[in-house]
Protein backbone atom coordinates (compact mmCIF):
# COMPACT_ATOMS: atom_id res chain seq x y z
CA UNK A 1 0.00 0.00 0.00
CA UNK A 2 1.13 3.56 -1.08
CA UNK A 3 1.83 5.25 2.29
CA UNK A 4 2.94 9.00 1.97
CA UNK A 5 3.70 10.88 5.49
CA UNK A 6 3.93 14.49 5.39
CA UNK A 7 5.69 16.71 8.18
CA UNK A 8 7.52 19.64 8.78
CA UNK A 9 4.62 22.22 8.73
CA UNK A 10 3.94 24.70 11.52
CA UNK A 11 3.93 28.38 12.34
CA UNK A 12 5.85 30.96 11.12
CA UNK A 13 5.99 34.57 10.72
CA UNK A 14 6.06 36.23 6.99
CA UNK A 15 9.73 36.27 6.00
CA UNK A 16 10.88 32.80 7.89
CA UNK A 17 11.72 29.47 6.42
CA UNK A 18 10.13 26.18 6.83
CA UNK A 19 11.33 22.74 5.74
CA UNK A 20 8.84 19.91 4.58
CA UNK A 21 8.98 16.20 4.65
CA UNK A 22 7.28 13.50 2.72
CA UNK A 23 8.23 9.96 4.00
CA UNK A 24 7.84 7.38 1.41
CA UNK A 25 6.83 3.60 1.60
CA UNK A 26 4.93 0.80 0.09
CA UNK A 27 5.92 1.68 -3.31
CA UNK A 28 9.46 1.94 -5.55
CA UNK A 29 10.07 5.55 -4.51
CA UNK A 30 12.56 6.28 -7.01
CA UNK A 31 11.22 4.75 -10.29
CA UNK A 32 8.27 7.31 -10.05
CA UNK A 33 8.10 11.56 -9.42
CA UNK A 34 6.51 13.75 -7.09
CA UNK A 35 4.59 16.50 -6.76
CA UNK A 36 3.49 19.23 -3.69
CA UNK A 37 0.16 20.67 -4.08
CA UNK A 38 -1.51 23.05 -1.46
CA UNK A 39 -4.72 23.86 -0.62
CA UNK A 40 -5.62 26.67 1.32
CA UNK A 41 -8.09 26.87 4.17
CA UNK A 42 -11.84 26.75 2.73
CA UNK A 43 -10.07 26.83 -1.21
CA UNK A 44 -8.78 24.76 -4.07
CA UNK A 45 -5.95 22.63 -5.23
CA UNK A 46 -2.82 24.90 -5.88
CA UNK A 47 -0.05 22.64 -7.74
CA UNK A 48 3.31 24.12 -6.19
CA UNK A 49 6.10 22.02 -7.59
CA UNK A 50 7.10 18.76 -9.17
CA UNK A 51 10.24 16.54 -9.83
CA UNK A 52 10.81 13.79 -11.63
CA UNK A 53 12.06 10.10 -10.62
CA UNK A 54 16.06 11.41 -10.79
CA UNK A 55 15.49 14.80 -9.23
CA UNK A 56 17.29 16.20 -12.51
CA UNK A 57 13.88 18.04 -13.56
CA UNK A 58 11.99 19.86 -11.78
CA UNK A 59 8.78 22.45 -12.10
CA UNK A 60 7.50 25.30 -9.85
CA UNK A 61 4.51 27.15 -9.83
CA UNK A 62 4.45 31.51 -10.57
CA UNK A 63 4.07 31.94 -7.46
CA UNK A 64 6.70 29.87 -5.12
CA UNK A 65 9.28 30.28 -8.14
CA UNK A 66 12.81 31.45 -6.23
CA UNK A 67 11.30 31.04 -2.90
CA UNK A 68 10.75 27.25 -2.70
CA UNK A 69 13.17 24.13 -3.72
CA UNK A 70 11.92 20.87 -4.28
CA UNK A 71 14.23 17.78 -3.82
CA UNK A 72 14.27 14.40 -3.06
CA UNK A 73 16.48 11.48 -1.42
CA UNK A 74 15.82 8.88 -3.14
CA UNK A 75 18.22 6.30 -0.65
CA UNK A 76 16.06 7.66 1.80
CA UNK A 77 12.77 7.36 0.48
CA UNK A 78 11.97 11.15 1.32
CA UNK A 79 10.82 14.10 -0.60
CA UNK A 80 11.15 17.36 0.39
CA UNK A 81 10.41 21.02 0.11
CA UNK A 82 12.29 24.24 1.29
CA UNK A 83 10.21 27.10 1.58
CA UNK A 84 11.87 30.60 1.94
CA UNK A 85 11.21 34.01 2.11
CA UNK A 86 7.74 32.53 3.49
CA UNK A 87 4.15 34.77 2.90
CA UNK A 88 0.89 35.13 4.38
CA UNK A 89 -0.68 33.42 1.14
CA UNK A 90 1.59 30.59 1.59
CA UNK A 91 -0.69 29.20 4.44
CA UNK A 92 -2.07 26.13 3.36
CA UNK A 93 -2.18 22.52 3.80
CA UNK A 94 0.72 21.35 1.81
CA UNK A 95 0.64 17.61 0.51
CA UNK A 96 3.08 15.24 -0.99
CA UNK A 97 1.88 13.32 -3.94
CA UNK A 98 3.27 10.95 -6.37
CA UNK A 99 3.13 10.87 -10.11
CA UNK A 100 2.30 8.49 -12.50
CA UNK A 101 3.52 9.76 -15.62
CA UNK A 102 1.20 13.58 -15.25
CA UNK A 103 -1.06 12.44 -12.78
CA UNK A 104 -0.59 12.73 -9.18
CA UNK A 105 -2.34 9.74 -8.59
CA UNK A 106 -1.52 9.05 -4.34
CA UNK A 107 -1.68 11.52 -1.99
CA UNK A 108 -0.69 11.90 1.98
CA UNK A 109 -2.99 13.65 4.51
CA UNK A 110 -1.39 17.02 4.08
CA UNK A 111 0.88 18.97 6.66
CA UNK A 112 -0.33 22.62 8.21
CA UNK A 113 1.25 25.41 7.14
CA UNK A 114 0.97 28.88 9.01
CA UNK A 115 2.59 31.98 7.88
CA UNK A 116 1.19 35.16 10.29
CA UNK A 117 2.63 37.55 12.21
CA UNK B 1 -1.40 29.98 -14.79
CA UNK B 2 -4.93 30.92 -14.52
CA UNK B 3 -7.10 28.22 -13.05
CA UNK B 4 -9.18 25.85 -15.22
CA UNK B 5 -12.96 26.79 -15.05
CA UNK B 6 -15.33 24.83 -13.25
CA UNK B 7 -19.14 25.52 -11.69
CA UNK B 8 -18.92 26.25 -8.21
CA UNK B 9 -21.59 23.40 -7.40
CA UNK B 10 -23.58 20.84 -8.86
CA UNK B 11 -26.84 19.03 -7.52
CA UNK B 12 -28.79 15.85 -8.47
CA UNK B 13 -31.27 13.59 -6.77
CA UNK B 14 -29.76 9.90 -6.09
CA UNK B 15 -30.25 8.02 -9.37
CA UNK B 16 -29.85 10.99 -11.64
CA UNK B 17 -26.38 11.65 -13.65
CA UNK B 18 -24.29 14.77 -13.41
CA UNK B 19 -21.64 16.64 -15.66
CA UNK B 20 -19.06 18.61 -14.09
CA UNK B 21 -17.43 20.68 -16.70
CA UNK B 22 -13.41 22.19 -16.85
CA UNK B 23 -12.98 25.17 -18.80
CA UNK B 24 -9.09 25.44 -20.02
CA UNK B 25 -6.84 26.75 -22.67
CA UNK B 26 -4.91 25.38 -25.68
CA UNK B 27 -2.28 25.52 -23.28
CA UNK B 28 -3.64 22.72 -21.57
CA UNK B 29 -6.91 20.66 -21.78
CA UNK B 30 -6.92 21.31 -25.90
CA UNK B 31 -3.64 19.97 -26.53
CA UNK B 32 -2.69 17.56 -23.85
CA UNK B 33 -4.74 14.26 -22.50
CA UNK B 34 -3.10 14.15 -19.40
CA UNK B 35 -6.54 16.05 -17.70
CA UNK B 36 -7.40 14.42 -14.57
CA UNK B 37 -10.16 14.53 -11.95
CA UNK B 38 -9.83 14.29 -7.74
CA UNK B 39 -13.08 13.67 -5.22
CA UNK B 40 -12.51 15.66 -2.34
CA UNK B 41 -14.46 14.34 0.93
CA UNK B 42 -14.45 17.30 4.40
CA UNK B 43 -11.06 16.75 5.83
CA UNK B 44 -9.56 13.96 3.88
CA UNK B 45 -7.06 14.21 1.07
CA UNK B 46 -8.05 13.99 -2.56
CA UNK B 47 -8.26 10.79 -4.31
CA UNK B 48 -8.01 10.31 -8.05
CA UNK B 49 -10.81 8.67 -9.73
CA UNK B 50 -10.11 9.77 -13.43
CA UNK B 51 -6.82 10.00 -15.57
CA UNK B 52 -5.52 10.76 -18.98
CA UNK B 53 -9.06 12.26 -19.96
CA UNK B 54 -11.03 8.94 -19.65
CA UNK B 55 -9.18 6.60 -17.66
CA UNK B 56 -10.67 4.90 -13.94
CA UNK B 57 -8.25 3.71 -11.70
CA UNK B 58 -8.46 0.88 -9.88
CA UNK B 59 -11.18 0.25 -7.61
CA UNK B 60 -12.98 3.48 -8.83
CA UNK B 61 -16.77 3.14 -9.67
CA UNK B 62 -17.94 2.33 -13.00
CA UNK B 63 -20.35 5.53 -12.44
CA UNK B 64 -17.58 8.17 -13.04
CA UNK B 65 -16.54 8.81 -16.93
CA UNK B 66 -14.51 11.45 -18.50
CA UNK B 67 -14.54 13.22 -21.52
CA UNK B 68 -12.69 15.68 -23.87
CA UNK B 69 -13.81 18.44 -25.95
CA UNK B 70 -11.88 20.87 -27.43
CA UNK B 71 -10.90 23.51 -24.47
CA UNK B 72 -13.40 21.22 -22.05
CA UNK B 73 -12.78 18.42 -20.06
CA UNK B 74 -15.92 17.20 -18.74
CA UNK B 75 -16.83 14.38 -15.71
CA UNK B 76 -20.37 12.46 -15.57
CA UNK B 77 -21.27 10.86 -12.09
CA UNK B 78 -24.06 8.25 -13.42
CA UNK B 79 -27.00 7.07 -10.63
CA UNK B 80 -26.20 9.80 -8.53
CA UNK B 81 -25.28 8.45 -4.75
CA UNK B 82 -25.28 10.01 -1.25
CA UNK B 83 -21.75 9.37 -1.05
CA UNK B 84 -20.80 11.08 -4.17
CA UNK B 85 -21.67 14.26 -1.96
CA UNK B 86 -18.20 15.78 -2.18
CA UNK B 87 -15.78 18.54 -3.56
CA UNK B 88 -14.54 17.75 -7.43
CA UNK B 89 -11.40 19.11 -9.00
CA UNK B 90 -9.92 18.85 -12.37
CA UNK B 91 -6.15 19.31 -13.25
CA UNK B 92 -4.23 19.70 -16.67
CA UNK B 93 -0.51 19.08 -17.42
CA UNK B 94 0.17 22.36 -19.41
CA UNK B 95 2.79 23.83 -22.19
CA UNK B 96 4.88 25.29 -19.24
CA UNK B 97 5.46 21.41 -17.99
CA UNK B 98 3.33 22.87 -15.16
CA UNK B 99 -0.03 21.03 -14.27
CA UNK B 100 -2.70 23.41 -13.31
CA UNK B 101 -6.25 22.63 -11.38
CA UNK B 102 -9.65 24.06 -11.48
CA UNK B 103 -11.11 25.77 -8.27
CA UNK B 104 -13.13 22.78 -7.84
CA UNK B 105 -17.23 21.75 -7.75
CA UNK B 106 -19.27 21.32 -4.85
CA UNK B 107 -21.51 18.31 -5.58
CA UNK B 108 -24.61 18.21 -3.57
CA UNK B 109 -27.39 15.35 -3.55
CA UNK B 110 -30.54 16.31 -2.71
Known amino acids: EVQLLESGGGLVQPGASLRLSCAASGFSFSYYGMSWVRQSPGKGLEWVSS????????NYADSVMGRFIISRDNSDNTLYLQMNTLRTEDTALYYC??????????WGQGTLVTVSS | QSALTQPASVSGSPGQSITISCTGT?????????VSWFQQHPGKAPKLIIY???TRPSGVSLRFSGSKSGKTASLTISGLQTEDEAHYFCSSYTSRSTRVFGGGTKVTVL
Open chain 2, 52 to 54: DVI
Open chain 1, 51 to 58: INDGGETI
Open chain 2, 26 to 34: SSDVRDYNY
Open chain 1, 97 to 106: ARDSWFTPDS
